[in-house]
């Protein structure tokens, strides 16, 4: 029997291989797996070696603070891949732990086939990395055409397979009349799937909400939350007195929300592609301590946060990053946007115009299933 081991780094990396995975499990169920993953991956059957939340750090003076654990993780990680002797080590996104996994265990056993999914942002910060990737990845799974260029100089083996947050899902309606309906004006809220991000953000949100409910009570609110970060937002929602607002975390309900949303505000990060292929127009908000946005600063080689101002080299999604993200700003925003349709209907059209360049051919999960396929009969 084959074997797959996956490696993820955090649940939008889990999120990502659950989709390839389920698709991969349909063309060829003989495949034994194991997994460093979340609950997205532990749906599909699939065992992890240890909690994904144990490795989940942002920025760099966490990681730097927990360097010692995240080694301790890397040497564990590889030991029990090499005991697992998989035909294919896929990993996903979160490069500095992935990948640096993944060069260990081709040192040690080099018939181990590496695709890696998510190609780490290199015409964002550290273009020197692609030389030191060609030495143990054998092939790349590209999320956005432009990428392509990078490692072709390099002579990398790569595809683009597209982006699979913005494919259209065949997930089961849900009735949901609790949540939508059509008197409900829903806004969106995305805090973050690391604990990190939600502790810095959901805060500001939750202040953001309050000032709505003072000057435009006439909204509902809806926190999308994920297996792993639920509880912890619903305790502190429950420590406000807001009574709009809902907390979910099953992806077919969340999906259906976020069509039914007349607007949304997410932290930075891939999450903004399936915003803006739910056709919903958004804002996008971070916020790093001062060190780790310094130290970002001087690395990054991009004007941008968000990817679809990243492609268009212009903002198309607001964007409120460090001091002005804030309840004050975020509230200014939404509601200017709100009172302007017109706004609203240029920031749909750029987003649709742009989401048909960088969509694949047919499915970017099928796409990347079908190359792991390949690998195992070759």
Same mark, same amino acid.
């Given at each position: 029997?084959?074997?797959?081991?996956?490696?993820?780094?955090? *649940?939008?990396?889990?999120?990502? %291989?659950?989709?390839?995975?389920?698709?991969?499990?349909?063309?060829?169920?003989?495949?034994?797996?194991?997994?460093?993953?979340?609950?997205?991956?532990?749906?599909?059957?699939?065992?992890?070696?240890?909690?994904?939340?144990?490795?989940?750090?942002?920025?760099?003076?966490?990681?730097?603070?927990?360097?010692?654990?995240?080694?301790?993780? !890397?040497?564990? +990680?590889?030991?029990?891949?090499?005991?697992?002797? *998989?035909?294919?080590?896929?990993?996903?996104?979160?490069?500095?732990?992935?990948?640096?996994?993944?060069?260990?265990?081709?040192?040690?056993?080099?018939? &181990?086939?590496? &695709?890696?999914?998510? %190609?780490?942002?290199?015409?964002?910060?550290?273009?020197?990395?692609?030389? $030191?990737?060609?030495?143990?990845?054998?092939?790349?799974?590209?999320?956005?055409?432009?990428?392509?260029?990078?490692?072709?100089?390099?002579?990398?083996?790569?595809?683009?397979?597209?982006?699979?947050?913005?494919? $259209?899902?065949?997930?089961?309606?849900?009735?949901?009349?609790?949540?939508?309906?059509?008197?409900?004006?829903?806004?969106?809220?995305?805090?973050?799937?690391?604990?990190?991000?939600?502790?810095?953000?959901?805060?500001?949100?939750?202040?953001?909400?309050?000032?709505?409910?003072?000057?435009?009570?006439?909204?509902?609110?809806?926190?999308?939350?994920?297996?792993?970060?639920?509880?912890?937002?619903?305790?502190?929602?429950?420590?406000?007195?807001?009574?709009? &607002?809902?907390?979910?975390?099953?992806?077919?309900?969340?999906?259906?929300?976020?069509?039914?949303?007349?607007?949304?505000?997410?932290?930075?990060?891939?999450?903004?592609?399936?915003?803006?292929?739910?056709?919903?127009?958004?804002?996008?908000?971070?916020?790093?301590?001062?060190?780790?946005?310094?130290?970002?600063?001087?690395?990054?080689?991009?004007?941008?946060?968000?990817?679809?101002?990243?492609?268009?080299?212009?903002?198309? !999604?607001?964007?409120?990053?460090?001091?002005?993200?804030?309840?004050?700003?975020?509230?200014?925003?939404?509601?200017?946007?709100?009172?302007? *349709?017109?706004?609203?209907?240029?920031?749909?059209?750029?987003?649709?115009?742009?989401?048909?360049?960088?969509?694949?051919?047919?499915?970017?999960?099928?796409?990347? %299933? +079908?190359?792991?396929?390949?690998?195992?009969?070759?």
């Amino acid at each position: 029997m084959k074997k797959i081991f996956i490696i993820t780094g955090e *649940p939008s990396g889990d999120k990502l %291989a659950s989709t390839v995975i389920s698709k991969l499990k349909k063309q060829n169920p003989d495949i034994e797996y194991l997994s460093v993953g979340g609950a997205h991956i532990k749906k599909l059957g699939i065992q992890s070696i240890f909690d994904l939340k144990e490795i989940t750090y942002l920025g760099f003076t966490s990681v730097l603070f927990n360097i010692f654990k995240i080694r301790n993780k !890397i040497n564990f +990680t590889v030991d029990q891949i090499i005991k697992f002797n *998989p035909d294919i080590l896929f990993s996903v996104d979160s490069p500095d732990f992935t990948l640096r996994v993944a060069e260990r265990v081709k040192k040690i056993n080099n018939k &181990i086939k590496t &695709i890696h999914y998510v %190609a780490p942002q290199v015409w964002v910060w550290r273009k020197n990395r692609v030389k $030191k990737i060609k030495k143990f990845i054998d092939h790349m799974l590209l999320l956005f055409k432009f990428e392509k260029k990078y490692f072709d100089d390099e002579n990398i083996s790569n595809t683009f397979v597209g982006h699979p947050l913005i494919e $259209k899902n065949d997930n089961v309606k849900t009735v949901l009349n609790d949540l939508i309906s059509e008197d409900k004006k829903i806004i969106s809220i995305f805090p973050g799937s690391r604990k990190s991000e939600t502790n810095v953000l959901l805060p500001i949100l939750l202040d953001f909400i309050k000032l709505m409910n003072k000057k435009e009570n006439i909204y509902s609110f809806v926190l999308h939350a994920t297996d792993e970060n639920k509880e912890f937002i619903i305790n502190h929602v429950k420590k406000t007195d807001l009574n709009n &607002i809902d907390v979910v975390s099953d992806e077919n309900i969340k999906s259906q929300i976020l069509s039914n949303s007349i607007f949304a505000v997410s932290k930075s990060g891939t999450i903004s592609l399936q915003i803006s292929s739910s056709n919903v127009p958004s804002i996008i908000i971070y916020k790093l301590n001062f060190i780790n946005f310094m130290i970002f600063k001087l690395l990054v080689n991009v004007k941008f946060a968000n990817i679809i101002n990243i492609i268009n080299n212009k903002e198309i !999604i607001p964007e409120l990053l460090q001091n002005e993200c804030n309840a004050d700003e975020i509230y200014k925003t939404v509601i200017y946007f709100l009172k302007k *349709p017109e706004l609203i209907k240029k920031q749909l059209s750029d987003c649709s115009k742009t989401l048909e360049g960088i969509k694949s051919k047919t499915s970017s999960s099928n796409e990347a %299933a +079908t190359i792991l396929s390949n690998y195992l009969t070759t």
